[in-house]
């Protein structure tokens, strides 16, 4: 990828900023507030909000024209001339805990060079991700072909192959209950933590043997640099049906999600799942 360095200080810049921007308002009930319906069908925060327009002024101060896809104002040029890169950006993954101030909230950041602008580019055009808890402080990042990293140290998903022995994470509301009954009496433990982007990280480091989110309605900006650190981590990312992702970067696309530490483990989820 071109200019990586550039974008990466660019992340950065935007991860720091927006921490300072949300951290008066978490845990405050007015941070919960209703605003405004976003360019995803769903309710902004107000905190939502606030992390979004340090983004958008972030971004505008680069320099640089790029296409920004974000979960509350849809996508969005900026700059002048035609975009270089496209940030896939979830200011804020993790809302209600934030203002509940559960200690699983942060920030996702994806970006995709543009080199053909004629083509709709997707989640497998992801070149540089990163995510960072704000409640922790901790930073993932990948580059593609560079492998994966926790505050700056190199980072592997788990090796543990029993399913009867794994940690799993998992975002079930209004997901099929079958499903999940069938899931919990396998694994040794369930985690539901509420911040995708986070768990998924959780399967980078291995903290996690796996994740999973199987409604089919889980956003592409969630999950387009966390799948990438999952990924340079050696881990796998697949839909439900064993399928890889590709959905298109819009705040409209939906999918479900498994993520595993080795083939092992994602091949068993598959199967206790009913995938295929």
Same mark, same amino acid.
């Given at each position: 990828?071109?200019?990586?360095?550039?974008?990466?200080?660019?992340?950065?810049?935007?991860?720091?900023?927006?921490?300072?921007?949300?951290?008066?308002?978490?845990?405050?009930?007015?941070?919960?507030?209703?605003?405004?319906?976003?360019?995803?069908?769903?309710?902004?925060?107000?905190?939502?909000?606030?992390?979004?327009?340090?983004?958008?002024?972030?971004?505008?101060?680069?320099?640089?024209?790029?296409?920004?896809?974000?979960?509350?104002?849809?996508?969005?040029?900026?700059?002048?001339?035609?975009?270089?890169?496209?940030?896939?950006?979830?200011?804020?993954?993790?809302?209600?805990?934030?203002?509940?101030?559960?200690?699983?909230?942060? +920030?996702?950041?994806?970006?995709?060079?543009?080199?053909?602008?004629?083509?709709?580019?997707?989640?497998?055009?992801?070149?540089?991700?990163?995510?960072?808890?704000?409640?922790?402080?901790?930073?993932?990042?990948?580059?593609?072909?560079?492998?994966?990293?926790?505050?700056?140290?190199?980072?592997?998903?788990?090796?543990?192959?029993? +399913?009867?022995?794994?940690?799993?994470?998992?975002? +079930?509301?209004?997901?099929?209950?079958?499903?999940?009954?069938?899931?919990?009496?396998?694994?040794?433990?369930?985690?539901?933590?509420?911040?995708?982007?986070?768990?998924?990280?959780?399967?980078?480091?291995?903290?996690?043997?796996?994740?999973?989110? +199987?409604?089919?309605?889980?956003?592409?900006?969630?999950?387009?640099?966390?799948?990438?650190?999952?990924?340079?981590?050696?881990?796998?990312?697949?839909?439900?049906?064993?399928?890889?992702?590709?959905?298109?970067?819009?705040?409209?696309?939906?999918?479900?999600?498994?993520?595993?530490?080795?083939?092992?483990?994602?091949?068993?989820?598959?199967?206790?799942?009913?995938?295929?």
């Amino acid at each position: 990828m071109n200019d990586s360095k550039f974008w990466s200080e660019v992340s950065y810049q935007i991860m720091r900023e927006v921490d300072q921007a949300i951290t008066p308002l978490v845990g405050e009930k007015e941070a919960g507030e209703t605003v405004k319906m976003g360019a995803d069908g769903t309710p902004t925060k107000l905190i939502d909000l606030v992390a979004e327009e340090k983004v958008v002024e972030v971004l505008e101060g680069a320099g640089r024209p790029l296409t920004l896809v974000s979960e509350e104002i849809g996508r969005i040029d900026i700059g002048s001339g035609s975009p270089e890169v496209v940030f896939v950006v979830d200011p804020l993954d993790g809302t209600n805990n934030a203002v509940k101030n559960i200690p699983a909230y942060g +920030i996702s950041l994806a970006i995709a060079e543009v080199t053909d602008p004629d083509r709709s580019m997707t989640i497998h055009d992801i070149e540089l991700g990163f995510v960072k808890n704000f409640a922790t402080g901790d930073i993932y990042q990948a580059i593609r072909g560079g492998g994966a990293s926790l505050n700056g140290q190199d980072i592997s998903t788990s090796s543990r192959t029993d +399913i009867s022995k794994s940690s799993i994470g998992a975002y +079930i509301y209004r997901a099929d209950m079958e499903k999940v009954d069938k899931l919990c009496k396998m694994v040794r433990r369930m985690r539901i933590l509420g911040s995708v982007a986070v768990e998924l990280c959780y399967v980078a480091d291995g903290t996690y043997d796996a994740f999973l989110d +199987i409604r089919g309605n889980l956003r592409i900006v969630d999950v387009a640099a966390a799948k990438l650190i999952v990924e340079e981590a050696a881990g796998l990312v697949t839909d439900e049906h064993n399928q890889p992702l590709n959905g298109k970067l819009n705040v409209l696309e939906r999918t479900s999600i498994i993520a595993s530490g080795n083939s092992e483990v994602h091949q068993e989820l598959i199967r206790l799942i009913g995938g295929i």
